[in-house]
């Protein structure tokens, strides 16, 4: 079975201000591209949310079961979905300094989604001239600035 790679990235202008979030699907040769952007939001929940609407994406519109390596800049998301994200839920969402998990609401979003597409986690150097990366990096810019130029 083919892999499909999914390529994701978040921003922000300011943290908190207006971000950005994009994601590329490559199957086969075909890649499919989708950004989107909010007016007052953090870095985080922009990673956050690129990730949840790739794998929401290929959940509605892939053949499943498939193999899905999710490629992300962001060792936040990365960590939190393969490491800390089992303490989380058996201490009732709170960290260990036993505060509530910050960006709660996306991290449930994506916990489901990774329980169930099973995707394999690869973090790469954001960057640094991975083409894919740099393609989600100029999305998430375009969807600030249509963003802020909105009246």
């Not at 800049?73 to 998990?101: H, L, M």
Request: net charge negative; aromatic share 10%; hydrophobic share 30%.
């Amino acid at each position: 079975m083919q892999p499909i790679d999914v390529y994701t990235d978040g921003g922000c202008h300011g943290n908190p201000g207006p971000g950005g979030w994009a994601f590329i699907v490559v199957v086969d040769d075909n890649r499919e591209e989708h950004y989107g952007a909010d007016s007052q939001t953090t870095n985080n929940r922009m990673e956050l949310t690129a990730v949840i609407a790739a794998l929401d994406w290929c959940r509605e519109r892939l053949e499943l079961p498939c193999r899905i390596r999710v490629h992300t800049d962001s060792q936040y998301v990365r960590n939190g979905i393969t490491d800390w994200i089992e303490r989380w839920r058996r201490n009732s969402w709170r960290t260990a300094a036993k505060k509530p998990v910050k960006n709660q609401d996306l991290w449930q979003q994506l916990d489901h989604l990774n329980r169930w597409l099973r995707p394999q986690w690869e973090w790469v150097r954001g960057h640094v001239g991975d083409p894919y990366n740099e393609r989600c990096d100029a999305l998430v810019q375009q969807a600030i600035a249509e963003r802020e130029s909105e009246p």
